[in-house]
């Protein structure tokens, strides 16, 4: 059984606590925390501590942390010569204190606290700088996930993009498409069986052949018309975009 310890209390750190203690192979032998009430709900009060000098010893310590505190979380961790590992997408494994061995173990999936997530299917992104270590990172990734994939740290920034194209910025949409139709007095709902039959299409298309709508067929005539019901320059701006865009790579093929 591997021994963990989790430096944070965030989305990403809260849904491992969850994974990890559902294993039944790993243990969780402590979570550092700026608040214990932050993860009180997860884990026994005296497995949680805000203190750094009071971390415990275990085989595998992973720093669930913003990107742009895990060098500092990373040097400030009160031992040497133990195998500590980032869960940033965008973050390089030689960012990390060069005190301890390191590793990344990037699960790539949108996280929220309020959303309950099958662990198991989530992609989980590792790397080491060792053999033994990416070894004992394969096992701890493995007993969390189904689907573990060897990246490195330049692959790894790049689906990082590639995952924010697909993810953050689809959301994004959502929000706009949200926004029209409460300019409009229609309910977002009706949307909800499109967005996601569209998301389960490239479960067995490629993107390329999944696209439909105006732009795709070269619809003048309806892509003016959504142009002039639309109220916000900016939604224009983003429409002639996304259209502009889908025309060319239509001409690529």
Do not use: W
Request: aromatic letters at 4%; hydrophobic letters at 40%; glycine letters at 4%.
């Amino acid at each position: 059984m591997v021994s963990i310890s989790i430096i944070g209390s965030g989305n990403v750190a809260q849904h491992l606590i969850k994974a990890i203690i559902q294993s039944g192979n790993l243990e969780l032998v402590q979570v550092v925390a700026r608040s214990k009430d932050e993860v009180s709900h997860l884990i026994s009060s005296d497995k949680i501590t805000s203190d750094f000098n009071d971390i415990k010893e275990a085989q595998l310590c992973i720093i669930a942390v913003s990107d742009d505190a895990i060098h500092s979380v990373s040097k400030s961790v009160p031992f040497t010569d133990r195998l500590i590992a980032h869960t940033s997408g965008s973050v390089a494994m030689d960012d990390l204190s060069n005190s301890n061995r390191k590793s990344v173990l990037y699960p790539l999936q949108t996280l929220s606290k309020k959303k309950e997530i099958d662990f198991s299917a989530v992609p989980l992104c590792i790397e080491a700088q060792n053999e033994a270590d990416f070894h004992l990172l394969t096992e701890v990734a493995n007993s969390l996930s189904k689907h573990v994939y060897a990246v490195d740290s330049n692959q790894r920034k790049s689906l990082h993009v590639a995952a924010v194209f697909a993810s953050n910025f689809t959301n994004h949409m959502y929000k706009i498409g949200n926004d029209i139709c409460t300019e409009h007095g229609v309910p977002f709902e009706i949307l909800k069986p499109l967005i996601f039959e569209t998301a389960q299409k490239i479960q067995t298309l490629h993107p390329a052949d999944a696209q439909t709508g105006p732009a795709k067929r070269k619809d003048s005539n309806t892509i003016n018309k959504h142009l002039a019901i639309l109220t916000d320059e900016h939604q224009k701006e983003i429409y002639k975009i996304l259209t502009k865009s889908i025309i060319d790579n239509g001409k690529k093929l």
